[in-house]
């Protein structure tokens, strides 16, 4: 099955790279929240209310995805999404404060669109009898990426700054996203 996915189909392959980049994007984002709060010498007890209202953006958002590419088609939703994830990134590293607290929720709506939007494309190539499987080779892809780029990244936060780390981070994604995108 893993020969198949990532090999044996060049769109089934194309669909996993490109919503595992994704994937990855979204999760390294996940471990920075964290960080970017005390960043913003946010106090400790708005960490429990903007993670949670966070993750409702992202659900409620999640939940009309599909009439967004219905309305503007599968191309112009996967541009949305890899310049709407590095973009968040980007701006995120490059400003402070309430616009990148807006940035950051942004982020998380480009989230909403992207995990169900990327995940049904791949359930839409996939035989039935190992959509799982082809699944969890996505979520692999995923995880193990995260282990490469998490430490890099957390390294330059802490030695750089994190600033530095988020505008690495976006311009990598981007570059990620764009290629997997056209392979």
Not at 7 to 26: D, E, W
């Amino acid at each position: 099955i893993v020969r198949y996915a990532l090999s044996g189909h060049p769109g089934l392959r194309a669909a996993i790279l490109y919503s595992a980049v994704m994937g990855t994007a979204t999760l390294t984002m996940a471990w920075f929240v964290q960080p970017y709060f005390v960043h913003m010498a946010l106090p400790l007890a708005l960490f429990g209310i903007l993670i949670p209202l966070l993750n409702l953006v992202t659900g409620l958002v999640s939940m009309h995805a599909w009439r967004m590419e219905q309305t503007i088609g599968r191309n112009a939703v996967m541009l949305f999404i890899v310049s709407g994830i590095a973009g968040g990134y980007l701006l995120m590293g490059l400003t402070g404060g309430l616009a990148g607290l807006v940035f950051l929720f942004a982020f998380y709506g480009v989230r909403g669109v992207a995990t169900p939007v990327l995940r049904n494309q791949i359930n839409e190539i996939t035989p039935s009898d190992i959509r799982a499987t082809v699944l969890s080779v996505r979520n692999l892809m995923i995880r193990l990426a995260f282990a490469l780029l998490g430490p890099i990244l957390g390294w330059q936060a802490d030695r750089i700054g994190l600033s530095s780390a988020l505008i690495t981070a976006g311009f990598f994604f981007l570059a990620g996203g764009l290629y997997a995108a056209v392979t």
